[in-house]
Structures are given as C-alpha cells and as structure tokens.
C-alpha cells in the first residue's frame, strides 16, 4: 500500500512567489496534519483536518500561510509570498482517527527560498 | 517555559549500553503520549505508545509519570541501528479545545562500535 505522497520532494524559489505544496493521505485515514521542521524549532504542528475539516490551525505562522483539503484524498499548503524564512521541511502526516492514533508521515517537501 | 522538552543530547554510547530519554511537558491535561524515531533526513516514524501501566517492546520500554509530568525511553542493549533522533509526542487541549500534538525538539543517540 502506498504510504502519504508528497509532492514536491524538493522545491527552491525566490522570495516574492507562490509555492503550493501537496498531500496525498493514506487512504481511509480521516484526519491530517501539516508540519513544519526547521534546526531552530523543531516539529511545528502547523494545521490539522479530520474528515477535511480544520479542526486547529493555531500553528499558521501568518496569513501568508493557507490550507485547503476539497477530499479525503487531497490537501495543499499554500505560501504567499515566500519568504526565506519559510525554509524547512514541511511534513504532511494521517492517521485512521484522531490524534490519539498512530501518525504516518510523507517523505516532506524541503523547501529552500532565495 | 515550552510545552514539550528533551535533553537534545547527543547521548554517545557504545554497542550493548543501556540508555534512557526523559520527556518533560507542562499541560497536566495532556492525554496520549508517544516516542517516534526520526533517522537523518527522513521522516518520523512511530516507535511506541506511552501507556499508564508502562509497555515493552523488545528491547525498548517506555513508562509514563503523570505525577511528575514526564514520559521516558529506556533502550536496552543497544546497536548500531538505534542511532537515531528520538522524539516525544504529547497531545494536549489547544486553546481551542481540541486535542493536539506536540512534539519536543528531539533527543540525538549516536551508537558507536
């Protein structure tokens, strides 16, 4: 069985532009997460779904940040504009429940802004 | 104060040593409690559930102290394999209200020859 898809795996832009990156959560799970991990901070719970809608999104850093899940089986986050404060590893995890269950992570997109 | 913390290490010990992570957090009204493994450039992955009553898998065993607010990782015998960033999970309410997780900084094992 396929695991949670990301998409970009890497994706390098300048400051100013849009970057949208994607999620693919295992099937059947009904809730997911977006993550961001940087050396400073950590893992940052960023935005959480379940059955795609947000339940907590106390973590977006801004309103240049935005998440959208149109289904079960597809999510986005959205940064506009970028920042090179935005670098990091953004990680997009599901699980079959709530928090309360095990999380699966993707492999998460490393994102580099000039 | 942060919500999660761990010692960031790195613990350095050789093959077959015992070692032990501890896992602080601050909201006595967290619930569910996890220990994920993170290998360099990868993404975490579930290593084991915290339950009240402590639980063992292998050479692993994790034990919760709700009294003193604290979650730990002892690894027995340890190999080369373990070497790793070990990262803590608490979930707790959010402002709110929902359940959330939060997880530590991470704690770095380096296990040498």
């Not at chain 2, 290490?9 to 909201?27: D, K």
């Not at chain 2, 070990?86 to 402002?95: E, H, I």
Request: net charge neutral; proline share 7%; hydrophobic share 30%.
């Amino acid at each position: 069985d396929a695991g949670v898809i990301q998409s970009p795996r890497h994706e390098v832009t300048e400051m100013g532009q849009e970057v949208t990156l994607r999620c693919k959560p295992i099937s059947g799970h009904n809730s997911l997460f977006w993550y961001r991990q940087t050396m400073m901070r950590g893992l940052e719970l960023l935005i959480y779904f379940n059955n795609n809608v947000p339940i907590d999104d106390s973590g977006m850093p801004e309103d240049r940040f935005s998440a959208k899940m149109p289904n079960a089986s597809f999510s986005t986050l959205k940064i506009q504009p970028s920042e090179p404060r935005d670098s990091a590893v953004y990680f997009c995890a599901s699980t079959p429940g709530q928090v309360a269950y095990e999380q699966y992570f993707g492999p998460g997109t490393r994102l580099t802004v000039t | 104060r942060k919500e999660v913390e761990q010692d960031p290490g790195p613990f350095n010990v050789p093959e077959g040593a015992t070692v032990a992570f501890n896992c602080t957090y601050s909201n006595s009204a967290s619930q569910s409690f996890f220990w994920y493994r993170q290998d360099c450039r990868k993404e975490p992955k579930l290593l084991m559930s915290v339950y009240s009553s402590g639980n063992e898998d292998g050479r692993f065993t994790a034990q919760l102290n709700r009294a003193s607010q604290y979650i730990s990782l002892l690894i027995r015998d340890s190999k080369l394999s373990d070497s790793a960033t070990y990262l803590c999970v608490v979930n707790s309410p959010s402002s709110g209200g929902s359940y959330i997780p939060t997880f530590g900084r991470g704690t770095s094992l380096i296990v040498h020859p």
